[in-house]
C-alpha cells in the first residue's frame, strides 16, 4: 500500500468523505448567507454585526472556514501531485499552501472571537 506523508487523511477514501462532507458544509452555510440576505435586504451593520455576535453563527462560520481549508488543501494536495514531478517543487508547493490556510484559518478565528 502507498501511502502519502502530506495527504490530509489516512487514505483516498478519507479523503473522498472529508471533501464530501466539507462540501456539504459549505452549501449549508452559502443557503444561510444567502437567505439572511434575502430576507434582510436592508439589514444594517448593527444588525449585521448582531447576527455574528451569536455563538452558533460563530462556530457554524468556524465550521465552514475549517471545511474550506479541508476541502482547499486536499484539492490543490491532488493538483500538486498530479502536475509537480519533482519533489522539492511540490514540498515547497504544498508548504505555500498549508502556511496561506494556516493563515487564514487563524484570520478567521481572530475576526469571530478576537483572539
Known sequence: MVRSVTSFGRSGLSD????????????LYTLFIVGVLLFTPDMSYEQ?????????????????????????????????????????????????VLLVLFVYLIATVRALWGF
Do not use: M
Not at 16 to 27: C, H
Open 48 to 96: 449585521w454585526s448582531g447576527l455574528f455576535a451569536q455563538e452558533w453563527v460563530k462556530i457554524f462560520t468556524l465550521l465552514t472556514v475549517l471545511s474550506i481549508v479541508i476541502h482547499a488543501w486536499i484539492g490543490l494536495w491532488t493538483v500538486g501531485t498530479d502536475y509537480l514531478p519533482k519533489v522539492w517543487l511540490r514540498l515547497l508547493y504544498q508548504s505555500a
Open 16 to 27: 473522498w468523505l472529508l471533501q464530501r462532507f466539507s462540501a456539504i458544509v459549505l452549501a
